[in-house]
């Protein structure tokens, strides 16, 4: 079973550093000499050990604290049969120490008594109802006297301690290990979500009046679906300068209906030409169109203007209340069809040479960490833009369920239609700090570090990192913001350990 190790020191001012420092392998734990006290973090397919110890010295019994984690939930061990076989190099026999149950969930507590001074190497042993595994830590040095345990070295300096008492009881926490893959070369640009076209629009008073009270009863609010032609309101017109045309409009419209049914009767008896005919008919459709442009085409026979929905989608805003008095051209409603919304992303001048009219394009919304996909380009532009220096490109989302909003800020991975190789990380623990990739590394079992990104492509649910994490490094990829917020108190938390 393939394992990886990483010892060093910890933040417990008790235990001292593994004079190896940092390491990690993809083999069972290397053989390491270690001095004084330490911690020791070893990852399987199945577990992840960190075991913390004081210096080891013969005849002392040494407290161990090793905890447990079940990496397929990354839930503590909570129970099941744990054997602890510390061996001496020498050949000497075992000491065993097996236990039952851990002392808090995850955590067992073995402490045995060498007997001899040298190198030991620890087995453990794990049959628990989740877990059957077996972790190999090779190398603890034991002392002969506390006279002969090496001085500590200094604490780390600039890791972010976040004890696997809160990794536990943090919801979504999860780590991997980042590792070698090939992926669609992007670049990383800003975006804005907007309306597609069709999608929005705006409703105006076509003309200045009163709101009437039963069309407001009528109305729609915020956040409620409105099929096209819907009402939305009633408008009375002022007997103002807008009342007065809407008024006369009307009065043309009559006289033109008149005068093409005199036309008509007339051309019957053959008393005028067809021309005559002709012209009045003329006549008649520009007074409808006058007074249908007037009244957006909803007016009916009592003078009012019946403002309807001329998209159906979902209202966004609404300006209206009984008996206000609204002037021509304000904005009474909005309205939204949020199925299909479109990505505009501001492409850096100097990216714009890489763009493809088929690029795709992967992105992330502001206070989200789901991954939208985009769906078609619908325009690449000609123009760099001469103050942002910008090239806009412009994608169609697909938008079923409506958590894409209209005005949210993207960071949009812009696929360039060519393949790069090397170390990738899901793009989970890619988080934007300033507008600059991080990711958190756990480089001990409750020691990690905040690590400045360079990426060069995401590819589904991957992240191509051009420096900043190597192959080996473990990444948090499930609650990263919990381990921000942990970076940003420089104290270890009250509850301390459970030990």
Same mark, same amino acid.
């Given at each position: ?10 933040? *417990? ?78 050949? /000497? ?44 830590? @090779? ?109 006369? %409009? ?74 206000? @008095?609204?002037? %021509? ?51 690449? /532009? ?14 169609? *989302? ?102």
């Amino acid at each position: 079973m393939s394992a990886r190790r990483s010892v060093g020191p910890t933040h *417990v001012g008790l235990l001292l550093a593994l004079s190896l420092g940092f390491a990690c392998t993809r083999k069972a734990a290397v053989p390491a000499v270690v001095g004084g006290g330490g911690s020791v973090t070893i990852w399987t397919d199945s577990t992840e050990l960190f075991m913390e110890h004081p210096p080891l010295i013969v005849g002392t019994p040494d407290k161990f604290a090793v905890h447990l984690t079940d990496v397929t939930d990354f839930a503590p061990l909570r129970g099941g049969h744990v054997r602890f076989e510390f061996a001496p190099r020498t050949g /000497g026999a075992p000491i065993v120490i097996a236990q039952d149950t851990p002392r808090s969930p995850g955590i067992y507590g073995p402490a045995p008594t060498f007997r001899e001074a040298g190198l030991h190497d620890l087995t453990i042993l794990i049959e628990a109802p989740q877990i059957h595994d077996t972790v190999r830590v @090779r190398g603890l040095t034991v002392y002969p006297s506390a006279a002969a345990t090496p001085p500590p070295p200094p604490a780390p300096a600039g890791g972010i301690p976040f004890l696997k008492e809160q990794q536990w009881k943090t919801p979504g926490f999860v780590t991997a290990f980042a590792g070698r893959g090939s992926v669609n070369a992007s670049f990383h640009a800003s975006g804005n979500i907007v309306p597609a076209a069709g999608r929005y629009a705006e409703v105006s008073a076509p003309i200045g009046g009163l709101v009437e009270t039963g069309g407001v009863a009528e109305s729609p609010s915020p956040g409620q679906r409105v099929r096209r032609g819907q009402l939305l309101a009633v408008l009375t017109p002022s007997l103002s300068d807008g009342g007065n045309a809407y008024a006369e %409009a009307r009065a043309r419209l009559r006289e033109a209906e008149d005068e093409y049914a005199r036309a008509q009767r007339l051309f019957a008896a053959e008393a005028i030409p067809q021309r005559r005919l002709h012209d009045a008919g003329i006549r008649l459709q520009a007074a409808r169109e006058a007074l249908s442009g007037m009244s957006g085409g909803m007016n009916d026979s009592t003078g009012q203007f019946v403002i309807r929905a001329p998209i159906p989608g979902t209202i966004a805003s609404r300006d209206i209340a009984p008996g206000k @008095r609204v002037e %021509a051209g304000a904005t009474l409603f909005s309205i939204i069809d949020p199925a299909v919304v479109w990505l505009e992303v501001h492409v850096p001048a100097s990216d714009a040479p890489r763009v493809r009219a088929s690029s795709g394009a992967t992105f992330r919304v502001e206070r989200l960490e789901r991954e939208y996909r985009a769906g078609r380009v619908i325009s690449v /532009g000609n123009i760099i833009d001469s103050v942002s220096r910008t090239l806009p490109v412009i994608y169609e *989302v697909p938008n079923p369920d409506g958590s894409l909003k209209v005005g949210a800020t993207a960071r949009v991975a812009v696929r360039t239609g060519e393949h790069a190789e090397g170390v990738v990380i899901p793009s989970s623990a890619v988080l934007d700090e300033d507008g600059r990739p991080i990711a958190y590394v756990q480089v001990q079992g409750e020691l990690f570090e905040k690590r400045q990104l360079t990426v060069g492509g995401e590819d589904n649910g991957r992240t191509l990192v051009l420096s900043g994490v190597t192959e080996e490094d473990r990444v948090v990829t499930g609650a990263a913001y919990q381990v921000r917020l942990a970076s940003l108190s420089s104290a270890v938390p009250a509850h301390g350990h459970e030990h």
